[in-house]
């Protein structure tokens, strides 16, 4: 976590109001950061879990795979934006695979899928440990160095990521309430025997929503790879936490999306300033439960599919 | 010309369809009445394929769709409005009307028909509202213009006056025929409303047990001793 004491560019406020300012700015984007990245881990989750009934244990290792595909291509000497456009295609190719191999056979078997994704899981995890080896592998961002922020400096390859973040889940929104294929995929999730009595070919949509769910988990995993330590088993912490995400911000809209991502990336990155990440992930665990119990439809309610 | 042959069908081990033959003509409303469990329902689903037949075949002109999921014989021309209308309740009118062309997809869809705002200028006015906001009428009305968005040769109407106050009811009674004569649509009307079906109807089968036991003009079906024999009223 970056954490910077008064810059130069500051010197006439005092030293007192400065930190503070800088504290609080400082968290916040450290809290965007992880926001971002459990939005776009978790949408693709709220399309299987949410709207599929599908529930993807394999799910993070489409985050895996994503942060492997810009270490394999710098490897080989590529930049990391080529990496990064790799990433959200791997993470499609394995998804697509998935979906085809194994979840569309298991519509109706909801504890067979959790079983079949899980040794799924199991076995990308160990295959990229046989192909890429042990140990963490090094991922460098494409811009090193910070941005000046008038009240805190931070790292300028943050702020790009929540950028790209921001954008992707802006035009998945506009493909959902935009476009033909948007139609379809809200037609099929409000009453799929219904959709399939207009001509829409329903097996194809979910293929495809599946699809692009891990496509999006494979680019969260692109973008965090240099500020992560990758290794075949970093998906399993992406996979709780967007679980806590989909079924605390509730299921079938963007907004729950958001408010789930708010309420447990903000939570995780203000306490882990105060204590142990592993406390911290505790008591957002224990929020989590607490808000579920409350709102058991999620915070975010009601809102347009 | 849709046909039926010797059609049967059932949920799990239960049979409830026991060898249907029907055929309905281009243009021609046939009416399918019958006590409650009789089987009418599930026709409708089982040529629309919701349901799969466990014997038998359903055929499209000189297609066999027997075998062919849901999406396909809608796009083969079968439009199915379901008991309870099947709107997408979250979707505008307009959205809903949209996504009732993708069954034309394959034939020449030119998106959505001006002239069925000729039947239900409702649809029009309400063009941009929530399709659940809709009363239980203007929705059935949805239903149907949704379903003529397909630009189909079949209609299966379920139970279009389920929950509808009388005057749409009546305006219902008079739409049917009228859509069937001009755009040469075969339409099957399952309804409970004997009013309505006998008014609509070009033809009456009375559905028992999962056969047809009774077949004739709706004139035949006004005498009350048959009716009551026949449907226990």
């Known amino acids: 976590m970056p954490r910077r004491g008064c810059s130069s560019a500051c010197a006439n406020v005092s030293p007192v109001r400065l930190d503070a300012m800088d504290f609080v700015i400082t968290t916040l984007l450290n809290a965007l950061t992880l926001i971002s990245i459990l939005m776009l881990v978790g949408l693709g989750l709220a399309i299987s879990f949410g709207l599929m009934n599908v529930t993807n244990l394999a799910h993070g290792e489409f985050v895996t795979v994503g942060a492997f595909a810009v270490y394999f291509v710098q490897s080989m000497g590529g930049s990391f934006w080529l990496g990064l456009a790799a990433a959200p295609i791997a993470g499609a190719v394995v998804g697509c695979i998935l979906e085809f191999a194994i979840i569309r056979h298991l ?53 790009i990521l929540i950028g790209i973040a921001m954008l992707t889940l802006l035009g998945v929104v506009l493909l959902i309430s935009r476009t033909s294929f948007g139609l379809d995929i809200r037609t099929v999730i409000q009453n799929r025997e219904m959709a399939e009595g207009v001509g829409i070919n329903t097996r194809r949509t979910y293929a495809i929503a599946f699809t692009f769910g891990a496509a999006i988990a494979g680019l969260a995993g692109g973008l965090v790879a240099p500020l992560a330590i990758v290794l075949p088993q970093m998906g399993v912490n992406y996979l709780a936490n967007a679980f806590f995400v989909v079924i605390v911000g509730g299921v079938g ?53 | ?99 009732g062309t993708r069954a034309a997809k394959d034939r020449g ?11 239900f200028p409702i649809l029009r006015e309400r063009e941009a509202q929530i399709a659940g906001t809709l009363s239980g009428g203007q929705q059935q009305m949805l239903a149907i213009g949704r379903a003529l968005c397909g630009l189909p040769s079949v209609l299966l109407l379920d139970e279009p006056s389920e929950g509808i106050q009388p005057n749409i009811v009546q305006s219902i009674a008079e739409l049917v025929p009228r859509i069937a004569r001009e755009r040469g649509i075969a339409i099957v009307l399952v309804e409970q409303n004997l009013d309505l079906v006998l008014k609509a109807s070009d033809r009456c089968l009375v559905m028992e047990k999962g056969r047809i036991v009774h077949e004739g003009a709706p004139e035949a079906f006004a005498d009350e001793t048959l009716l009551k024999d026949l449907l226990a009223l």
């Open chain 1, 253 to 305: 809209s963007i907004g729950g999306l958001v408010a789930g991502s708010v309420f447990v990336g903000g939570l995780t990155s203000i306490l882990n300033y105060q204590i142990s990440p592993s406390l911290a992930q505790a008591i957002v665990l224990l929020a989590a439960i607490v808000a579920v119990r409350l709102r058991p439809n999620g915070l975010f309610n009601g809102a347009s599919r």
């Open chain 1, 107 to 159: 519509y109706s078997r909801p504890v067979s899928t959790v079983l079949a994704t899980w040794g799924v899981s199991l076995i990308l995890q160990q295959g990229l440990e046989l192909t890429f080896g042990l140990g963490a592998k090094p991922v460098t961002p494409p811009i090193e160095g910070t941005l000046d922020l008038v009240f805190t400096v931070y790292p300028a390859y943050r702020l």
């Open chain 2, 109 to 119: 869809d030119s998106g959505i028909p001006a002239d069925i705002f000729g039947y």
């Open chain 2, 1 to 99: 010309m849709l046909r039926t042959l010797a059609v049967s069908a059932g949920y799990g081990l239960l049979p409830v369809l026991n060898g249907i033959d029907l055929s309905v003509a281009p243009g021609e409303v046939v009416g399918l009445l019958g006590r409650n469990g009789a089987g009418k329902t599930t026709l409708l689903r089982v040529i629309a394929g919701a349901l799969r037949a466990s014997g038998g075949a359903v055929v499209l002109g000189d297609k066999d769709l027997t075998n062919a999921p849901a999406f396909r014989r809608a796009r083969a021309g079968i439009a199915h409005v379901p008991q309870g209308r099947g709107i997408f309740n979250q979707l505008t009118v307009r959205q809903n009307l949209e996504v």
